[in-house]
Structures are given as C-alpha cells and as structure tokens.
C-alpha cells in the first residue's frame, strides 16, 4: 500500500537522523529525571547546621528538627562562615549554629545561646517555628533533669534520662490536626509523575513540530514532485504524509510513556483513556506539523517557527511550569491551549484513577482540535504540492 | 577595510535579514523571561500565613497562646492573625479560603489542664496550607512544650525520688521549675539576602542559554560557503583563509553580545529584571559572548555540515543548560546538581548574575568572568587546531 510505505519512509528518516536522537529520545528523559529532583520535594525545607563538638545532645537536637513537623533536609557544615553565605546566597533556607560543647556545658549546669541564621523575610521566619519548636522539647527536658537533680540526689545524666522517659509517658497539652478540602496537587507517591505526563505533551508537539521541516525538504528537493509523476493519487501522498507524521509523533508519545513507566514506575491509568489522549494529541500535532510545513518558506523558517510555537504553547498550556500554580490570566489563557487538555486528562486518569468516560469532555476538545488543524494542515499540504 | 572586516560586515547583514537568526537570538529568549517572570512573579512575594484563631476557652492560657508565639508572628508580619467567635466560622473561612489555618481552643481548655487533666487545641488546616500548616504545627508542638516544662520537671522529680510524691518536693520544683531560665535559648542572626528575584534569574538563563545557539550564525556559515562553493571563490581572491576565519568570529561575537545586551536591556527595560554594576555586567557579557564563540568554533571545527554543526551546539548547550540552571534554580535542587552546575558556563554566568544582582560589585563578576573566558579560549583554541582544514576544506 503506498500510503504506508510513504508513511513508513517519513518515519525511517525521523529516526536516522542523528541529531533526532537526541531531541527524542535523551532530552525528555533528562527533563523528566530533572524535574523529578528539582521539584519531587517541593516544600522540603533545606536547613544547614553546624553541630562540630556539639555532642549527643546536639545531634538529637539535630534528630529532633529532622523529624518534626518541618518537612526538612539538614546539610552540614563546617563554620558559621560557611553557614551564612550559604544561607545569603539561597542554598540553604535556614542555618542553625550549635556551639561546640553543647553538649557539656548543659550537663554542667551552663545555659546555651543557639544562632539561627535567617534572611529576614516571612518563608524564614516561619520556618524557624520549627527550630524553636525542637529547642523548647529538648530545653524543657534540661530543665526538668536540672530541678530533679538539685531536689533529690539522682546523678544529672541519669534525671536526663528520666525527663525523656517521662515526656513520652505524659499526657500533657496535646493538638489535633485536621485537614479541610481538597490540594491542588494531588498527593502522589512519585516524583517524576508530573514531569513525565508535561513532559509527553510538550515534546510529542515539539518532535511534531521538528518533523515539520521534512514536508518542505519533501517538496524542495522535488520528492513530491516526482511522487506525484507516477501514477499515484494526490489524496494517496496526502494520507501517507499525515500517517509520515502521526507515526512520528505517536513514537515520540509511546517511547516517554513505556520509558518512565519502566525505568521510574510512572503510572498512566487506565489504558483506555490515556490511549485516547494520546492518539488524538499525535493528531493535534499531525495536524500542526502539516499546517507549518506547508505554509513555511524554507525549512529554517519551518523549524525556527516549530520549536518557538511548540515551547510557547508548552508553556502556555503548563507542559513547563505545572498549570496549578497559574494564576489570572494565565489560568484562563492556559485553557486555549491543547496541551492544558491533555494534561488535564492525563491528571484525571492518573491521580482519581478515572476511566476513559471520566476524561471525555477532555478527549471531546483535544478531538476539534486534530479536526480542525488536521483538515486545515490537509488543504495546505494539497495545496502546496499541487502548486509545485 | 581589512578583508576580515569586509566579510564581517557583510555576514552580519545577511544574518540580520534572515529572521531565523532574529528569533533565535532575541525573540525567543525575550518571551521565554517574560513568560517564566508571570508564572513565577507571585513567588517572589514570599510567605504570608492567614490564620484565624478561636478562642472558646477564655482561660489563661488560650490567653497565653495568643498574646504569646501567635502575636509574634502576626507582630512580624509573617501571619495574619483574625479572631474568630467559633468553629463552625472557622471552618467556613478555611473553606471559603479566606484563611489557610485555624486554631482552636475548645471551652474549659485552660482549667482542664492547670487541674492536670491534659487538654487537646485542634488544628484545622486547608489542604492547600502546606508550609503554613507545618508552621502552626511546628508553633503549637514548641508552645505544648513549654506549657509542659513545669509539670514534666515535677513527674521527673517524683520519678527521682523513687515514685513517691511528696507535697514539699513537688512544692519546690514547681517553684523551681517555674523561676528557672531556659537552658537552651536561640539568637536570631539576620543576614542579607544575596540572591536575584526570579524574573532576574531566568532573564539571565535565557540570555545565556539563547547565546550559545546564537553565536553558530557566524561560523556555520563556513559549512554553508564551502557546500556553495563560494569559499573557494573567496580564496581565490587576496584574502587569506585567516581573515576569512577572523571575519566569521567576529560575526559570532558581535551577534551573541547583541543579543545578550538585548536581553538584559529588554528585560531590564520592560520586565523589570535588575542587573547591578554596569561594568561587572558588561565584563560577564562579554565573558559570555566569548566562552559562546568558543564552543561554537569547536563544535563547527569537528563537524562537516551546517546541519551537524547546529546538532552538535544544540545537543552540548542544552545538555550544559539544563545542569546549569537554564531551567530551574541549580541552588534549590540537591547538593549533587548544586556542584554539578559549576562545571558548566551556564552555572558561573548565573552565579555571576545572582552576585551583581544582589549588590556585588565589578570584583565579583571576575571569577565568573574568568572561568568563561577559559572556557571559551580552551574551547576555540581546540577549535583552531582544525581551522586551516575548516575554512579551506
């Protein structure tokens, strides 16, 4: 059937150019690990702490910070030197200095001045409720071993001891943690879910896009002239082309969402439904690739015009910086877009476990679009080859 | 004119005409600040907390709670404080999102507690209240604590003296617990904040991240020449391949400080994006346009069409950005890819950036400066190793 062979010729070039190699198949995956990194612990605070010489009770100091009601990620350092430019150039978000013999000097008796290294502004000095909260548990025990030691005659060490056993048995003041409505971020268990869904969507536009530039290579170099001399029908060249590029854009979707789902264990939800939004967002990008490649001059015009169109709408539609944080008017632009739907629906399949009939209203406007642009994207192509 | 100025002058033309060039150099990277500088222009505004909190006790220390670490707070700034007359309000607020927290301290509270019946405040926290919900967690845990401190000193002494409570002994520790200072006690160091708002930041990683698929213009055009035959054309004039060479670098450079100065004066101008020193800046720029020229003059030396030329600058540049920091802040990642940035060009340029943005002065864009600079003769000079082949194939 020549359709297909035209079809499976377009694909054969895509996949041996070299430079596609990268573009298709390295990138995503090194976005999807970055993202995954950068923002899979999003809202862990990242707290520095110098604690040489500091002792036990420094290092439980430091255990205490580490499991309390902070989501925290301690850094050690060396010098309060160290400890504040870290601090000043943002890659710490607090610094907490605990002087050498800590330790010792409150089993002496002595008090302890810690130093906790802030920015001034709100994020810091919210945070540093965590650290005066670790403070107040361990100073209170201190104190409770000081009193007992000075009323009875246990050794200081052992009253230590005592305090911290009593404080787990003691039904002092206690608080109960409620939670209303529902997070924008759904609650997922992996780090490179968000990532791997954007990231689909943004590049099986973008490698479409790319692809773009073989329809004008096709008529420059006199492919299509020569196809349409023998006795093959226009709309038989046409089909081929279009299933040339929903193949390219069907490899470039499959290959991220095989990948992630292998190598990170990525979910996608039912197969049904992701199945769908991903063969009609292959004809969005079909239907696009088809409309520059036959409108565009040459192919520099083609692909300069394709990857600022494919990353403009990326990250209009959220494939860049997730569409939840947006806000007016971008959460409304956001909405022009087909990349917003399909993340949509990659969202409802995958975090509330919907089915395909839970993502139709999705499928419903990513379908218009594939209409409409593959049909314009047809016209111009039949219209740029019958041209010459 | 020098031959080398001739062929400049006419390359820069020619690339000004073409719009690929334009795009590539400044409207790209242009819209991308501007796009990044919306979505993440909120975030620059920082922490506030709305709290409300309800106080249906009206004993001493729902009193203290509120007078104490929650009147801090508010007295700060961090947190809007509002006193609510009951739960069912509360909760209404939360979910009307007029308030992301709730604090409240449920009737008889204070004299169920001093009785030694223990006592429970509830917390009721939107689900989207993230770091604001931890905070009051976080507040609530260190004030339990400290409300605790005299009875654990008095249950500690019981269990010293072996159990047995007798009332002068719980008598003098609570007197004792009472009037002892804190052991432990924390000072606040409040240091500067050295680090460039987001629009600024990722002015300076568009402007870096665009500079290395611009500056390919000038010396791609080698392949181009070569394949057209025009090459051996214009050694066939007096002109040696030198000046042919020299011509392309300076078409490289002029067009990478161009659109770098664009970029920081476009966002600088329009999206408000501040870039310190004057000269600190125009040093890092120029360092930038170097080390640019220098990666493109390498990458264009070892390869043999225009096609993989911009393949090879592509895939090295994208690669050194994404570790670099084009794309997200490399400092808010973990320890590994903070370092890791430091290997690349995009990581100093950034550096660079962040120092004079946040007051640094022309001696802190030096060591950025110069590692760019390193880069790009290193770079280049590889480069040329190949040159006289390059130009005249």
Redesign the interface.
Same mark, same amino acid.
């Given at each position: 059937m020549v359709a297909f062979e035209i079809a499976r010729v377009n694909l054969l070039r895509a996949l041996r150019d070299r430079t596609n190699l990268f573009f298709v198949f390295l990138l995503p995956l090194i976005l999807i690990v970055v993202l995954g990194f950068a923002f899979g612990g999003t809202g862990t605070s990242r707290v520095g702490v110098v604690r040489d010489g500091a002792g036990t009770l420094g290092d439980e100091l430091v255990a205490a910070i580490e499991g309390g009601e902070l989501d925290v990620d301690i850094r050690d350092r060396g010098s309060l030197a160290a400890l504040r430019a870290d601090v000043e150039a943002g890659r710490l978000d607090l610094g907490l200095l605990i002087p050498p013999g800590y330790d010792a000097d409150l089993r002496a008796g002595q008090d302890v001045e810690l130093t906790l290294v802030a920015r001034p502004e709100n994020l810091y000095l919210a945070l540093g409720q965590g650290i005066e909260s670790a403070v107040a548990e361990q100073s209170a025990q201190v104190r409770a071993a000081r009193v007992a030691a000075a009323a009875t005659d246990i050794d200081p060490a052992a009253a230590l001891e005592l305090a911290r056993d009593e404080r787990e048995q003691m039904d002092g003041l206690r608080v109960a943690a409620s939670t209303v409505g529902s997070a924008t971020f759904p609650t997922i268990g992996n780090p490179f879910a968000l990532g791997a869904q954007s990231q689909t969507v943004l590049f099986m536009f973008l490698t479409s896009m790319t692809a773009a530039t073989q329809l004008i290579l096709t008529r420059q170099l006199g492919v299509s002239r020569r196809m349409l001399a023998t006795p093959t029908k226009v709309s038989t060249i046409l089909l081929g082309e279009l299933g040339g590029r929903f193949a390219i854009a069907m490899m470039q979707g499959l290959f991220i969402v095989i990948v992630s789902a292998a190598l990170f264990g990525v979910g996608w939800g039912s197969l049904p439904g992701a199945s769908a939004v991903i063969v009609s967002f292959a004809l969005i990008g079909t239907g696009a690739a088809m409309l520059v490649g036959s409108f565009a001059r040459n192919a520099e015009q083609a692909g300069a015009i394709g990857t600022v169109l494919g990353m403009l709408l990326g990250a209009l539609g959220g494939a860049m910086v997730p569409g939840e944080l947006f806000e007016e008017p971008l959460s409304t632009i956001t909405r022009l877009t087909p990349h917003y739907w399909a993340i949509d629906a990659f969202r409802d399949l995958v975090f509330e476990g919907v089915g395909i009939e839970g993502v139709l209203l999705q499928l419903a406007v990513l379908a218009a679009y594939a209409l409409v642009l593959v049909l314009i994207g047809t016209w111009g192509l039949r219209r740029s080859l019958t041209r010459g | 004119m020098p031959a080398a100025l001739e062929i400049a002058r006419k390359d820069l033309r020619q690339r000004i005409r073409?719009?690929?060039a334009l795009?590539?150099a400044i409207?790209?990277p242009f819209?991308?600040a501007a796009?990044?500088s919306?979505?993440?222009g909120?975030v620059d505004q920082?922490?506030? *907390?709305r709290w409300g909190y309800v106080d249906l006790d009206g004993g001493e220390l729902a009193a203290a709670l509120e007078a104490g670490?929650l009147q801090a707070?508010a007295d700060?700034?961090?947190?809007d404080l509002e006193e609510l007359p009951s739960a069912d309000v509360a909760?209404a607020a939360?979910?009307a999102g007029q308030i992301d927290t709730a604090i409240i301290v449920p009737a008889g509270f204070s004299s169920d507690?001093l009785a030694g019946r223990?006592?429970?405040?509830?917390? /009721? /926290?939107?689900?989207?209240a993230?770091? !604001?919900?931890?905070?009051a967690? !976080?507040?609530?845990?260190?004030?339990?604590?400290?409300?605790?401190?005299v009875?654990?000193?008095v249950?500690?002494?019981i269990?010293?003296?072996g159990g047995l409570p007798s009332p002068e %002994?719980v008598a003098?520790?609570t007197q004792?617990?009472r009037s002892?200072?804190?052991?432990?006690?924390?000072?606040? %160091?409040?240091?500067?904040?050295?680090?460039a708002g987001y629009t600024t930041y990722y002015a300076g990683a568009m402007a870096i991240l665009f500079v290395f698929l611009t500056a390919q213009f000038g010396l791609t055009s080698i392949h181009a020449e070569r394949r057209a035959g025009t090459m051996a054309r214009i050694l066939a004039a007096p002109v040696r391949w030198p000046s042919v060479l020299l011509g392309k670098l300076i078409v490289s450079l002029v067009l990478s400080l161009v659109s770098m100065t664009v970029i920081v004066l476009g966002t600088g101008l329009l999206l408000g994006a501040t870039w310190g020193d004057p000269v600190g800046l125009a040093v890092l720029l120029l360092a930038g346009a170097l080390s640019a020229t220098g990666i493109a003059l390498l990458a264009v030396a070892f390869t043999q069409t225009e096609?993989q030329a *911009?393949?090879a600058v592509?895939?090295v540049t994208?690669?050194l950005a994404?570790l670099g920091g084009s794309?997200?802040?490399a400092?808010? !990642? !973990?320890?590994l890819?903070?370092q890791l940035s430091l290997v690349t060009p995009h990581g100093w340029f950034l550096r660079g950036v962040?120092d004079l943005a946040t007051g640094g002065d022309v001696a802190s864009a030096a060591a950025p400066a110069l590692v760019l600079v390193v880069i790009g003769l290193v770079c280049g000079g590889l480069g040329l190793l190949r040159a006289r082949r390059m130009v005249t194939g």
């Amino acid at each position: 059937m020549v359709a297909f062979e035209i079809a499976r010729v377009n694909l054969l070039r895509a996949l041996r150019d070299r430079t596609n190699l990268f573009f298709v198949f390295l990138l995503p995956l090194i976005l999807i690990v970055v993202l995954g990194f950068a923002f899979g612990g999003t809202g862990t605070s990242r707290v520095g702490v110098v604690r040489d010489g500091a002792g036990t009770l420094g290092d439980e100091l430091v255990a205490a910070i580490e499991g309390g009601e902070l989501d925290v990620d301690i850094r050690d350092r060396g010098s309060l030197a160290a400890l504040r430019a870290d601090v000043e150039a943002g890659r710490l978000d607090l610094g907490l200095l605990i002087p050498p013999g800590y330790d010792a000097d409150l089993r002496a008796g002595q008090d302890v001045e810690l130093t906790l290294v802030a920015r001034p502004e709100n994020l810091y000095l919210a945070l540093g409720q965590g650290i005066e909260s670790a403070v107040a548990e361990q100073s209170a025990q201190v104190r409770a071993a000081r009193v007992a030691a000075a009323a009875t005659d246990i050794d200081p060490a052992a009253a230590l001891e005592l305090a911290r056993d009593e404080r787990e048995q003691m039904d002092g003041l206690r608080v109960a943690a409620s939670t209303v409505g529902s997070a924008t971020f759904p609650t997922i268990g992996n780090p490179f879910a968000l990532g791997a869904q954007s990231q689909t969507v943004l590049f099986m536009f973008l490698t479409s896009m790319t692809a773009a530039t073989q329809l004008i290579l096709t008529r420059q170099l006199g492919v299509s002239r020569r196809m349409l001399a023998t006795p093959t029908k226009v709309s038989t060249i046409l089909l081929g082309e279009l299933g040339g590029r929903f193949a390219i854009a069907m490899m470039q979707g499959l290959f991220i969402v095989i990948v992630s789902a292998a190598l990170f264990g990525v979910g996608w939800g039912s197969l049904p439904g992701a199945s769908a939004v991903i063969v009609s967002f292959a004809l969005i990008g079909t239907g696009a690739a088809m409309l520059v490649g036959s409108f565009a001059r040459n192919a520099e015009q083609a692909g300069a015009i394709g990857t600022v169109l494919g990353m403009l709408l990326g990250a209009l539609g959220g494939a860049m910086v997730p569409g939840e944080l947006f806000e007016e008017p971008l959460s409304t632009i956001t909405r022009l877009t087909p990349h917003y739907w399909a993340i949509d629906a990659f969202r409802d399949l995958v975090f509330e476990g919907v089915g395909i009939e839970g993502v139709l209203l999705q499928l419903a406007v990513l379908a218009a679009y594939a209409l409409v642009l593959v049909l314009i994207g047809t016209w111009g192509l039949r219209r740029s080859l019958t041209r010459g | 004119m020098p031959a080398a100025l001739e062929i400049a002058r006419k390359d820069l033309r020619q690339r000004i005409r073409d719009r690929s060039a334009l795009l590539v150099a400044i409207v790209a990277p242009f819209a991308l600040a501007a796009l990044f500088s919306m979505i993440l222009g909120g975030v620059d505004q920082g922490f506030h *907390g709305r709290w409300g909190y309800v106080d249906l006790d009206g004993g001493e220390l729902a009193a203290a709670l509120e007078a104490g670490p929650l009147q801090a707070l508010a007295d700060e700034g961090v947190i809007d404080l509002e006193e609510l007359p009951s739960a069912d309000v509360a909760r209404a607020a939360l979910q009307a999102g007029q308030i992301d927290t709730a604090i409240i301290v449920p009737a008889g509270f204070s004299s169920d507690y001093l009785a030694g019946r223990g006592g429970e405040v509830q917390l /009721v /926290v939107d689900a989207d209240a993230g770091i !604001s919900a931890e905070v009051a967690r !976080s507040l609530l845990a260190g004030f339990a604590d400290r409300a605790d401190a005299v009875q654990l000193a008095v249950r500690t002494a019981i269990a010293a003296a072996g159990g047995l409570p007798s009332p002068e %002994l719980v008598a003098t520790v609570t007197q004792e617990a009472r009037s002892m200072p804190d052991p432990v006690t924390v000072a606040d %160091l409040d240091v500067a904040d050295r680090q460039a708002g987001y629009t600024t930041y990722y002015a300076g990683a568009m402007a870096i991240l665009f500079v290395f698929l611009t500056a390919q213009f000038g010396l791609t055009s080698i392949h181009a020449e070569r394949r057209a035959g025009t090459m051996a054309r214009i050694l066939a004039a007096p002109v040696r391949w030198p000046s042919v060479l020299l011509g392309k670098l300076i078409v490289s450079l002029v067009l990478s400080l161009v659109s770098m100065t664009v970029i920081v004066l476009g966002t600088g101008l329009l999206l408000g994006a501040t870039w310190g020193d004057p000269v600190g800046l125009a040093v890092l720029l120029l360092a930038g346009a170097l080390s640019a020229t220098g990666i493109a003059l390498l990458a264009v030396a070892f390869t043999q069409t225009e096609e993989q030329a *911009g393949a090879a600058v592509a895939i090295v540049t994208l690669s050194l950005a994404v570790l670099g920091g084009s794309f997200f802040p490399a400092n808010q !990642s !973990s320890e590994l890819l903070a370092q890791l940035s430091l290997v690349t060009p995009h990581g100093w340029f950034l550096r660079g950036v962040n120092d004079l943005a946040t007051g640094g002065d022309v001696a802190s864009a030096a060591a950025p400066a110069l590692v760019l600079v390193v880069i790009g003769l290193v770079c280049g000079g590889l480069g040329l190793l190949r040159a006289r082949r390059m130009v005249t194939g």
